[in-house]
């Protein structure tokens, strides 16, 4: 009950956490309103999208407009999304895992995140069919339902779980074949939790070759705060996010061992 209580401390004191749960919750009730039942469209670029996407998008952009007039927002469904001026920016993926989600698959979330200056500063991402809502603050930490996330190094081995995004380009990178043949492969559909099962510990570490800004806005506070490493496949550094929203993102992310072990396998391999 401590935890819970201090997170309550914590919301009162930052409103727009607060305002990414309630919306993360609220988003929730309408997809898993609609899942199964949505009318599912393909964009120019073959990715997927229903028409709970876009209403789920629209209630979350007319809320934040009104809550906080001063701050940018950019969404995954919005045609010109771009760059952002304001100090305090919205990312918002409405139904991240679309293809799980227009099939009647579980696997798919909704992700609110929010930069500060271009940098990480709070996030929600909500399974509405688990009924799992991960959180994060930064600065401040990362729950899971209200009970705080904090990782344990562990060194990879064959029990370890991975996440891999396919399909790749020419060929499969030999680093790639690697993990394919020593750690256990996990790949659910929705970036976002993705990274918040590694904040969890379920998984060792996740790669991912062709990300984007919405995928990852809103698990990457929780990420960082339950003590996880994410940067880009090379290690360098994602943040702060300076170039257009629609650029793909690539990231390794893990618990701080299993991060330096893969990305020792990236550089040796190649």
Request: net charge negative.
């Amino acid at each position: 009950m401590m935890e819970i209580e201090r997170l309550d401390e914590i919301l009162a004191a930052e409103p727009r956490l607060e305002a990414a749960i309630d919306l993360a919750r609220r988003a929730g009730g309408m997809a898993r309103a609609r899942f199964r039942h949505a009318r599912v469209s393909w964009k120019p670029d073959e990715s997927m999208v229903t028409d709970a996407d876009l209403e789920i998008q629209a209630m979350l952009e007319a809320e934040l407009a009104q809550a906080f007039p001063q701050d940018d927002v950019l969404g995954e469904e919005e045609p010109d999304a771009g760059f952002s001026t304001a100090r305090f920016c919205w990312v918002l993926d409405p139904i991240d895992g679309t293809n799980n989600f227009g099939r009647g698959m579980p696997g798919f979330s909704v992700s609110i995140g929010l930069l500060d200056d271009g940098r990480p500063f709070a996030g929600a991402v909500y399974d509405p069919i688990a009924d799992q809502l991960f959180a994060g603050l930064v600065g401040w930490g990362a729950w899971l339902n209200g009970r705080p996330l904090r990782l344990e190094p562990a060194e990879l081995s064959r029990r370890s779980l991975c996440s891999i995004r396919a399909p790749f380009g020419d060929r499969v990178p030999v680093f790639a074949q690697k993990w394919l043949s020593r750690y256990r492969l996990r790949r659910g559909g929705s970036t976002a939790l993705t990274l918040c099962y590694v904040a969890l510990g379920a998984l060792a570490f996740a790669h991912d070759h062709r990300a984007s800004l919405w995928d990852i806005a809103g698990a990457v506070p929780v990420l960082l705060e339950a003590g996880g490493v994410i940067t880009g496949p090379d290690g360098a550094d994602l943040f702060p996010i300076r170039g257009h929203a629609l650029d793909a993102i690539g990231f390794l992310a893990g618990d701080p061992l299993a991060h330096h072990q893969s990305l020792s396998d990236i550089r040796a391999l190649g």
